[in-house]
């Protein structure tokens, strides 16, 4: 049988209270006060829709196991990259080789629900998997309600034949071109319609259609259905929605608007997500996707759904936050202010690819080297063992060091460097079992930063070439939260 394997999920951990933009915006538009309620997940400065992706993919790898990833889809609609493909940056971070097929899905809100559709139906051969990553950095106009109602996050799901927690029973399309919002090719911002009439000739129409169709093909009743997943920004829509079709008032899952927002094309996959962590074997999940028609699976439960959770999961990312009321930080960190930054801010930071690209093991996917010889851990992977007992020649095999704990052993906060959010704190990290290496620390919290205080290493954006339109990424780390 075919289904979901594993799942994970990540969210921002800073939490942007929703007073604070409004007490910000009502003097011009007083009904944002009526939207003020609960707060949204907020993207640091160094994170993107890749950087949230590949920590949703290390969530549900931790679920996994062993198991061997075979195909990798990268779903949204806020890339960073229109020619570079985005999925194989999120590979090569989560270090899934070089023999896996990868794919970006975009253009829609359901990029992610179509992707896993397509997995679904395709299958996986033997034992391997196929990896979702859904993620979403979507950008919105100062005092707008798509500000106050959206967030940013990002899930994963794995697909594959053996170990299932949720069985694939069916899924069935509808589309038409019906348009809710859209963002042309010069824009950054998405131009939305009114609510209501989305509501009424959209979700009301279009979902009931899809679903209707489903069921009737898999012979399952309306009633029967224990969670029904409908991302949406309109807080009433999916229980109207579930009432037109039949379902349970008690089987619509909550949306979670207060305390995350809406996440575009990572919401329905986050909502799912937050789903199997409490479903029960047996219970039939109905998963939609809406955006130019609807897109909606059936799935059920197994035996093996409460033997498989993931390390963090949607529960223990949810649960991560740190309240913000700043938002002029928020402004900054999404690009809508044009801010002052210094002349230290202003140095050219062009990418030499090629030099990237011959060490992209270590940028990338943080490939360490252990030596064959004395058994020594290193960061970076050199010709000679660092050992000064040793000193053997191209002695070391590779060593993934991501996921390793390290402490740190010197530290500086320094507001001569330029940073996003200063002072910019760096120093050096010693790993456990062995390697140790200067680097940029990230959310660090005022007093949170000690000698000795234990990190954990996070992909992100360490510098942004603006003058050619170039990210580059590396690990960064971040105190552990005690």
């Known amino acids: 049988m075919s289904g979901i394997t594993a799942y994970g999920a990540y969210i921002p951990r800073t939490r942007l209270l929703k007073s604070a933009i409004a007490d910000a915006n009502d003097w011009f538009d007083a009904s944002l006060r009526g ?3 609960g707060e949204r997940s907020v993207c640091n400065w160094d994170e993107d829709t890749i950087t949230m992706a590949v920590e949703a993919g290390q969530d549900c790898l931790s679920a996994l196991g062993t198991a061997s990833v075979t195909s990798l889809y990268l779903a949204s609609t806020t890339l960073p990259f229109l020619d570079r493909q985005n999925s194989v940056v999120a590979s090569q971070a989560l270090n899934l080789g070089s023999s896996l097929r990868t794919m970006d899905v975009a253009a829609s809100q359901r990029a992610a629900t179509s992707a896993l559709i397509s997995m679904l139906e395709a ?10 990553l859904a993620s979403e950095h979507r950008r919105s ?5 798509a500000e106050m109602l959206w967030g940013d996050g990002a899930a994963a799901i794995a697909v594959g034949n053996e170990d299932v927690i949720a069985e694939y029973l069916g899924s069935e399309t509808y589309v038409t071109d019906f348009v809710d919002h859209y963002r042309g090719e010069d824009s950054t911002i998405d131009y939305e319609w009114e609510e209501r009439w989305i509501r009424d000739e959209g979700y009301m129409k279009s979902v009931p259609l899809a679903v209707s169709r489903l069921l009737e093909k898999t012979g399952v009743k309306a009633s029967e259905i224990a969670h029904f997943v409908l991302a949406s920004d309109q807080a009433r829509t999916p229980a109207a929605v579930a009432k037109a079709i039949g379902i349970a008032a008690d089987a619509v899952a909550d949306n979670h608007i207060g305390g995350i927002g809406v996440t575009g094309v990572a919401h329905p996959v986050l909502l799912l997500t937050s789903v199997l962590e409490k479903a029960k074997a047996g219970d039939l999940i109905l998963l939609t996707g809406f955006g130019q028609g609807t897109d909606a699976v059936l ?6 759904i409460a033997g498989k959770r993931p390390k963090t999961g949607f529960g223990g990312a949810l649960a991560r936050r740190r309240e913000d009321t700043n938002y002029n930080k928020f402004l900054s960190f999404n690009n809508l202010v044009d801010r002052e930054v210094g002349k230290r801010g202003e140095l050219d930071k ?9 060490r992209k093991d270590l940028l990338t ?15 970076p992977k050199e010709k000679y063992c660092v050992n000064p ?11 993934p060091m991501a996921n390793a704990k390290g402490r740190v052993m010197t530290w500086t906060a320094d507001r001569l460097t330029f940073d996003w959010n200063p002072p910019a704190y760096f120093g050096l990290v010693e790993f456990e079992g062995g390697g140790r290496l200067m680097m940029d620390f990230t959310e660090v919290e005022p007093g949170g930063m000690d000698t000795g205080v234990e990190v954990s290493l996070h992909f992100r954006i360490r510098q942004f070439d603006n003058q050619r339109g170039f990210r580059k990424y590396f690990w960064k780390a971040t105190p552990v939260q005690q």
């Open 35 to 37: 939207l003020a309620k």
């Open 123 to 132: 299958g996986v051969s033997g034992k391997g998997n196929a990896l979702l």
């Open 141 to 145: 106009k100062c005092g707008s309600r």
């Open 299 to 304: 799935l059920r439960a197994t035996d093996a």
């Open 350 to 358: 062009q990418s030499y690819l090629a030099a990237m690209y011959r």
């Open 365 to 379: 996917g943080f490939i360490g080297g252990k030596c064959r010889s004395c058994g020594t851990v290193q960061i």
């Open 389 to 399: 007992e040793c000193g053997a020649l191209d002695s070391q095999d590779d060593h």
